[in-house]
């Protein structure tokens, strides 16, 4: 199978400006920088996808944050909800260390691609709606270039699952109408491909414990089994675990 359009795809997402409100924002946040990151060179730019081009999972998630992967130019890396993400990904089975500090830190993903509805920081971290729908397009591009292989997505949150379900149904996947509301736990078998949702692992929902770890572990696990990914059983119960 031919993957070479991703990366180009993945190079024309970190040259978009088409947002001035995020441009804005993520440029002067790279410049300001937090104390903690003053010695850091921000990334500054829109953040790409991060996993292999032949992903049979596929996790939906807003945003970058501006100290996360606005500095480090990776998805959910360097900040404390990528904390939680990654270290449920290696629990499972399907990244190589359960920690993400910078994009050259030695991080494999095992048939996972990670990547968001909006691809800018925003302020607040809240994407306008008009936001949300200029930066579908890069969304829908992705789809159709995973569409060979991808058997399964967790979309993570509302706002996610209301920016992914317009995007699916683009890319070439009938989604239901009216369109399902999201929940947690939520699963909808689409033309070829299981979608679920899950909490967003935004330091609200894992502080005060809507979404733990376990809520986390569940949902990865269960949405690998669909897109034939092998997985490491949760502690106490049989399964099979091994990689090749």
């Given at each position: 199978m ?5 990366p180009?795809l993945?190079?024309r997402?970190?040259?978009?400006r088409?947002?001035?409100?995020l441009v804005s924002w993520?440029?002067?946040t790279?410049r ?5 990151f003053a ?5 500054g730019?829109?953040v790409?996808?991060f ?9 939906v998630?807003l945003?970058?944050?501006?100290h996360g ?5 990776r ?8 904390d939680v993400?990654?270290?449920?990904l ?10 993400a500090?910078h994009?050259?830190?030695?991080l494999e993903l095992y ?6 509805p909006?691809?800018c ?6 994407p306008t ?5 200029t930066c579908?397009?890069w969304?829908?591009q ?6 060979p292989?991808l058997r399964a997505a ?6 996610g699952?209301?920016a ?8 070439g996947?009938p989604?239901?109408?009216?369109r ?6 939520e699963?909808v078998?689409?033309d070829?491909?299981?979608l679920?949702g899950?909490y967003?692992?935004?330091q609200?929902?894992t502080f005060?414990?809507r979404?733990?770890?376990a809520m986390?572990?569940d ?18 119960t049989?399964?099979?675990a091994k990689?090749?």
């Amino acid at each position: 199978m031919d993957t070479s359009g991703l990366p180009v795809l993945d190079r024309r997402i970190a040259e978009c400006r088409a947002c001035p409100r995020l441009v804005s924002w993520r440029e002067e946040t790279a410049r300001v920088k937090r104390a903690a990151f003053a010695d850091w060179t921000y990334w500054g730019r829109p953040v790409p996808g991060f996993g292999p081009a032949d992903a049979r999972l596929l996790i939906v998630g807003l945003a970058p944050a501006a100290h996360g992967g606005n500095r480090t130019g990776r998805m959910f890396t360097g900040d404390r909800s990528g904390d939680v993400l990654y270290e449920a990904l290696h629990d499972v089975g399907l990244a190589s260390q359960p920690t993400a500090v910078h994009a050259h830190d030695g991080l494999e993903l095992y048939g996972v691609r990670v990547t968001a509805p909006v691809h800018c920081a925003p302020p607040a971290n809240k994407p306008t709606p008009e936001e949300r729908d200029t930066c579908r397009p890069w969304l829908v591009q992705e789809l159709r270039q995973l569409r060979p292989t991808l058997r399964a997505a967790v979309v993570l949150g509302a706002f996610g699952w209301q920016a992914a379900l317009p995007a699916f149904t683009e890319a070439g996947w009938p989604v239901p109408r009216p369109r399902p509301a999201f929940s947690h736990g939520e699963q909808v078998r689409l033309d070829g491909l299981e979608l679920f949702g899950c909490y967003h692992v935004s330091q609200r929902n894992t502080f005060t414990g809507r979404l733990t770890p376990a809520m986390l572990r569940d949902v990865l696990r269960t949405a690998a089994r669909a897109a034939g990914l092998p997985v490491t059983a949760e502690p106490g119960t049989p399964g099979p675990a091994k990689r090749s």
